[in-house]
């Protein structure tokens, strides 16, 4: 960075004057990659002249531009953030990022539920390693909760109403509690969270097995709310956001080494939840855009490797500590792996050649999504579908940089 950042810098900069008022306030900026490599630049993207100029929504809606059209606009849940202007460090090609404006919402909603978790009989005797999911939520509240996870609905699934944006809100809680609980133990003591709560997400749950609990009875409104979103709208969009989720508990461990990367980025694949983030992006959306189209399969295939590198380039200095202290049993990141497979001789190379494989991805992306316009194959609800999941994959960058999660107070603004 070249200037000094400071929260009302960065506040003046990152989106215009008339939506400051919806800003979720910055207090941190993480330079992950600390200045970047000197001989690693972003690429230039097509893409980003398609996301400035709303070109998605206008292939999908066949409008073509001109001096008197009228171009379509994205939801008004949402305002126009641009991190590179603000000064913020970044670490991704793709430049324009979007802010949910609900994000008071959100943190409130996600304050009921650790609460609610702290406080639960059930939570507090799921304990191993004195980490119970009730530890693990009275911390999130101790700590700087507005400065960690909670912001991962605000600037990935964008689009949601209040309604949509305050259940993403209650799922995201579900998937950083109970999998903070998963990595601190064997999986066999995440049977009692499966018995507990997540079989109460099943679509064939007994109803007649009545909660015992607050959180219960809170969790079952939850659930029940999304399905009748579902048919209310007439698309599947909240069920298949429930089985992602519980697609999610259910994985299986790491393997002892990785192969090559293909079998790392499987794995990760669903050890970062990353259809389930994209299940979310559908349900802010509203969208009945099938993630099994021939059309699309490309592209979601390399948003899922972007989401993935991204995240564990953003992560890898925290987990790295938490690893070699002892408080996770799992190192699981995309950094580790180019290591050992490339035998490399430090951590800083392995970051280096990580961060190549994240902006070779963004190429591919890139040349994917000029394919899917030449070939004018796409429906107006994938299109939509794309212009959205480009801000997740944005709006990834972007938490990494502002949280506390994984850069600490060492980067705090003034």
Same mark, same amino acid.
């Given at each position: 960075m070249n200037r000094v950042l400071t929260t009302q810098s960065v506040k003046e900069e990152l989106s215009l004057p008339i939506d400051h008022e919806h800003q979720f306030p910055i207090h941190?900026?993480?330079?992950?990659?600390?200045?970047?490599m000197a001989y690693l630049k972003l690429?230039? %993207?097509?893409?980003?002249?398609?996301?400035? *100029?709303?070109q998605f929504l206008r292939i999908g809606c066949n409008i073509s531009s001109g001096p008197e059209t009228q171009l379509p606009e994205r939801g008004p849940n949402a305002i126009d953030i641009s991190p590179s202007k603000a000064g913020l460090p970044w670490a991704t090609g793709i430049l324009f990022?979007?802010?949910?404006?609900?994000?008071? %919402? #959100? =943190?409130?909603? /996600? +304050?009921?539920?650790? @609460?609610? $978790? !702290?406080a639960d009989e059930s939570a507090?005797?799921?304990?191993?390693?004195?980490?119970? &999911? @009730?530890?693990?939520? +009275?911390?999130?509240?101790?700590?700087?909760?507005?400065?960690g996870? &909670?912001?991962?609905?605000?600037? =990935?699934?964008?689009?949601?109403?209040?309604?949509?944006?305050?259940?993403?809100?209650?799922?995201?809680? $579900?998937?950083?509690?109970?999998?903070?609980?998963?990595?601190?133990?064997? #999986?066999?003591?995440? &049977?009692?969270?499966?018995?507990? $709560?997540?079989?109460?997400?099943?679509?064939?749950?007994?109803?007649?097995?009545?909660?015992? /609990? #607050?959180?219960? *009875?809170?969790?079952?409104? @939850?659930?029940?709310?999304?399905?009748?979103l579902d048919h209310k709208y007439g698309n599947n969009a909240g069920q298949e956001m429930i089985d992602l989720m519980i697609r999610f508990f259910t994985r299986p461990p790491p393997? !002892?080494?990785?192969?090559?990367?293909?079998?790392?980025?499987?794995?990760?694949?669903?050890? @970062?939840?990353?259809?389930?983030?994209?299940?979310?992006?559908?349900?802010?959306?509203?969208?009945? &855009?099938?993630?099994?189209?021939?059309?699309?399969?490309?592209?979601?295939?390399l948003i899922k490797d972007h989401l993935a590198v991204a995240n564990d380039l953003g992560s890898w200095e925290k987990e790295k500590r938490a690893y070699d202290t002892g408080k996770v049993l799992y190192l699981i990141n995309a950094v580790d792996v180019v290591k050992n497979l490339f035998h490399l001789p430090s951590d800083r190379a392995a970051i280096s050649m990580t961060e190549a494989l994240q902006l070779q991805i963004e190429v591919d992306i890139d040349a994917e999504i000029q394919r899917m316009i030449d070939g004018d194959a796409l429906t107006a609800e994938e299109w939509r579908f794309i212009d959205a999941t480009l801000y997740v994959m944005s709006g990834n960058v972007f938490v990494s940089t502002v949280m506390s999660r994984y850069g600490g107070e060492t980067y705090r603004l003034a």
């Open positions: 941190y900026a993480y330079d992950y990659l600390n200045g970047g690429p230039v %993207l097509r893409l980003n002249d398609y996301l400035s *100029s709303t990022c979007r802010q949910n404006k609900y994000w008071q %919402l #959100t =943190l409130d909603t /996600t +304050r009921l539920f650790l @609460a609610l $978790f !702290a507090q005797k799921m304990v191993k390693s004195d980490h119970s &999911v @009730a530890e693990i939520s +009275r911390k999130e509240l101790r700590y700087n909760m507005e400065e996870w &909670v912001k991962f609905p605000t600037y =990935l699934y964008t689009e949601g109403d209040p309604q949509r944006t305050r259940l993403l809100a209650i799922m995201n809680v $579900f998937v950083f509690v109970f999998d903070d609980f998963w990595e601190m133990h064997e #999986t066999s003591s995440f &049977v009692s969270i499966q018995q507990e $709560f997540i079989s109460r997400m099943n679509p064939d749950f007994d109803n007649g097995d009545k909660p015992r /609990t #607050t959180l219960q *009875s809170m969790i079952d409104h @939850a659930i029940q709310e999304i399905i009748e393997p !002892a080494k990785y192969n090559d990367m293909e079998e790392f980025l499987l794995y990760r694949h669903e050890d @970062a939840a990353l259809l389930f983030v994209l299940g979310c992006a559908k349900f802010a959306l509203n969208s009945s &855009v099938d993630f099994d189209s021939p059309h699309i399969s490309r592209y979601l295939r």
